[in-house]
């Protein structure tokens, strides 16, 4: 009995070991493994990748009857996270072969990626590798079209190393095929649930909404990915949702190296960026770079002048202590440079983007009845642009238009190379969709082209600071007055590699031909409270005018003032500023007597030079009231109306909202009038102004507003202004000649 109950304990004890072995053996093994039980989860969604070699290349096989395009997407691996953030350069050699193994075609496609950003609101790339974190350069993709590949049935991918930063690279290869259902809707219900929720949330509105042919093509088109040859145990099930994204990816061949984020300036282009106060600005250049900085004065009350940046190394500079404006940059050689604003954050510039055109390739666009559209283009001089206007696919009306600029300064082309190329001015055409016109068609033979839409009642909302808003900043966000429109056949383009990207600098403000001649507005019969203010004689410094009217002054000292007799042809006044109430008031100087000046603070003269200040009339408006004023006086139409506004209590922000009644013709036209408008004022509290009221003895100015009256309207009637506060204002008509008969209060500059 002993031994059974010996012989039993050992049993039972084995087997027990036997499964602790296994038990471990396999959790071993899945560890070792570590096969995802769940593909994707709210953080991060993986995906197998293939390290290409130097010595020996990849080989992925497809179908050329039924493959369309193959896209090869690959991203750079470093050991740890890169302490710069340079790009980081490398190649991709690839073959493609023929049935018998014939190489029918080689090339090199480079690449220039930056390492993915560790920023909790960026995405983080990761590689795993024998359990190991490794960092991941931003991934890089480069298509190969159904042209190049009808002979070929194998690609071979092998990695040419330009940066030893790089531990390595790894690809996913996807070939394009058609989706063996003829049917859509069977098409889309095949799809993953995933794939299906982020097509319907997220490509279906805003400036990622697909286009009909695209939501189709997404479809009825697959992408496969591709197993390289000779590599075992390919699993591609935990890629399920990740490699069946639609993607629509611009890419560049970086073989010209040229670094995106860098500025290029060369005797035909040269770079601008705004600066803005309190802000430094960090320029890096190559040594020996000859560059020539000028600064610009956007309101041009200050001739431009050039800076003399502070050297901090033979590659660096710093422009520090600038007022608001615009600075430029040329050079009498091509150079690549970057400028940072305090020292850190690159200064981005403006992108667009524009369909090419050709005899063979058209754009179509889907627009609203009752629209409005900006059509945009670049085309040689002479050559022409044509627009068709469609009703249910009936054509209805045509134009033709003419090009007639020439190389732009400032705007560049960016090739697939990323190499920057000179390229003409922009010409814009405005145009009314009539109600019957839902499609347009805009052809031409050589010609970039994009198109913008509005709604003629659409809100449209712009800030006013002095001296400039920076647009960066969140308290100065508005609403654009016009949208960029995809177009209905945008894939055609994409596939053709038909889209160019243009570099957008802002070119300095020119000089005018004709000074503009203001004449302020005489509200009596609409406005019951009016009074004086005394403010600033801002001139632009082209303007060689002198002021000396009888409404401009200077400031005089009180021991000259006696001495001065009448050296006019009109009555000689002083304006006293003092300390007790009233604090501003007016004297003709022949009875002005001494004892009037006890309290003296400031005193001002409309004798002599240089006349410094200007007498102005202002209205008094109450808050949300709407006032209507006649845009014209004697049949004359200005070119543009000027609003000023001042407050006699301090606001953090006015805003305004005008309101234009005007026809507008219906034939195209270069220029165009947005006919309602808001604004919000923003003050600059160190600028308060002398006001004559005896109840308010300053005023705070707010930045004026300009309404131009454009060709684009055929008879403007009256202009509607509504404020948000009480406000006192001046209205101003812009003519291009004076008036002969002024009164002292309507002689005004904005």
């Given at each position: ?205 805003g400036e990622n909404a697909l286009t009909n042919e695209e939501k189709y093509n997404s479809v009825m088109l697959d992408w496969q990915k591709l197993a ?431 309101t234009l009644d005007s026809t507008k013709v219906l034939t195209p036209s270069d220029e165009y009038t947005i006919l309602a408008k808001h604004f919000v ?70």
């Amino acid at each position: 009995m002993y031994w059974i109950k010996q012989i039993l304990r050992f049993v039972i004890f084995t087997t027990l070991l036997l499964l602790f072995v296994w038990f471990a053996v396999t959790l071993f093994v899945w560890v070792k493994s570590a096969e995802p039980s769940n593909t994707s989860t709210l953080f991060n969604i993986r995906s197998n990748v293939h390290w290409l070699k130097t010595d020996s290349a990849l080989k992925f096989s497809f179908s050329p009857s039924r493959t369309m395009s193959v896209r090869v997407l690959s991203n750079g691996i470093f050991e740890s996270q890169p302490l710069d953030e340079q790009p980081v350069n490398y190649a991709i050699e690839y073959q493609l072969l023929d049935a018998k193994g014939t190489v029918i075609y080689k090339g090199t496609y480079h690449h220039a990626a930056k390492a993915a950003s560790n920023d909790f609101q960026q995405q983080v790339k990761q590689i795993i590798e024998n359990r190991e974190a490794l960092a991941v350069a931003s991934g890089q993709s480069f298509y190969l079209n159904r042209e190049e590949l009808q002979q070929a049935t194998t690609i071979t991918l092998k990695l040419i190393p330009e940066n030893a930063q790089l531990k390595g690279v790894v690809v996913r290869v996807h070939a394009q095929t058609s989706n063996s259902i003829t049917d859509p809707a069977k098409a889309w219900l095949k799809r993953p649930t995933e794939w299906r929720e982020r097509m319907t949330n997220y490509h279906t509105i805003g400036e990622n909404a697909l286009t009909n042919e695209e939501k189709y093509n997404s479809v009825m088109l697959d992408w496969q990915k591709l197993a390289p040859q000779g590599v075992p145990n390919i699993d591609f099930r935990a890629d399920l949702l990740y490699e069946s994204l639609p993607y629509n990816v611009l890419n560049h061949d970086f073989s010209t190296q040229l670094d995106l984020d860098s500025l290029f300036i060369s005797e035909q282009l040269n770079a601008s960026f705004r600066v803005y106060e309190h802000t430094e600005y960090l320029v890096s250049h190559p040594e020996k770079a000859n560059l020539t900085l000028v600064w610009h004065d956007l309101r041009q009350l200050d001739a431009p002048r050039r800076l003399t940046p502070e050297m901090l190394s033979n590659t660096q500079s710093k422009l520090s202590n600038l007022p608001a404006g615009l600075v430029t940059i040329s050079a009498n050689a091509p150079t690549s440079i970057q400028v940072y604003s305090n020292g850190v954050d690159p200064i981005i510039p403006l992108h667009s983007y524009y369909y090419i055109l050709n005899a063979q390739t058209s754009v179509y666009y889907q627009v609203s009845p009752k629209s409005d559209i900006a059509l945009e283009w670049r085309a040689p001089a002479g050559s022409t642009v044509s627009v068709s206007l469609y009703s249910n696919n009936q054509r209805i009306k045509d134009y033709v238009f003419t090009a007639t600029a020439e190389l732009a300064l400032y705007d560049r082309l960016i090739t697939e190379t990323t190499e920057r190329q000179a390229l003409p001015a922009a010409e814009r055409r405005y145009l009314a969709i009539p109600g019957n016109v839902n499609q347009i068609k805009i052809a031409a033979e050589d010609a970039m082209v994009k198109l913008q839409a509005r709604s003629p009642t659409f809100n449209y909302l712009s800030h006013r600071c002095d001296p400039v808003c920076d647009p960066e900043s969140p308290i100065y966000q508005g609403i654009d007055a016009w949208f960029s429109q995809k177009a209905d056949n945008h894939y055609l383009f994409h596939t053709q590699k038909q889209i160019a990207s243009v570099r957008l600098f802002e070119a300095p403000p020119e000089v005018p031909d004709l000074l503009p001649q203001y004449r302020s507005k005489d509200l009596d019969q609409l406005l019951a409270v009016s009074d004086i203010a005394l403010v600033p004689i801002e001139q632009a410094y082209f303007d060689t005018s002198v002021p000396q009217m009888e409404f401009e002054y200077r400031q005089v000292a009180k021991s000259e003032l006696f001495k001065l007799g009448e050296a006019t042809n009109y009555p000689s006044s002083v304006i006293v500023k003092q300390k007790r109430k009233p604090t501003l008031f007016e004297v003709p100087l022949n009875t002005l007597q001494i004892e009037e000046l006890t309290n003296t603070q400031a005193l001002f003269i409309n004798q002599g030079i240089p006349r410094t200040m200007r007498k102005i009339r202002l209205y008094k408006v109450a808050k949300s009231t709407p006032l209507t004023v006649a845009v014209s006086d004697n049949n004359l139409q200005p070119n543009a109306l000027v609003v000023k506004v001042f407050s006699a209590d301090p606001q953090d922000k006015i805003t305004v909202a005008t309101t234009l009644d005007s026809t507008k013709v219906l034939t195209p036209s270069d220029e165009y009038t947005i006919l309602a408008k808001h604004f919000v004022l923003h003050p600059n509290t160190a600028q308060m102004r002398m006001f004559f009221n005896p109840s308010h003895t300053e005023l705070y100015e707010y930045p004026s507003i300009t309404l131009p009256l454009f060709q684009d309207l055929t008879s403007p009637n009256t202009i509607t202004l509504r404020f948000s506060h009480d406000v006192w204002i001046s209205v101003l008509e812009e003519h291009e000649q004076p008036d002969a008969t002024l009164n002292w209060w309507q002689n005004e500059t904005p």
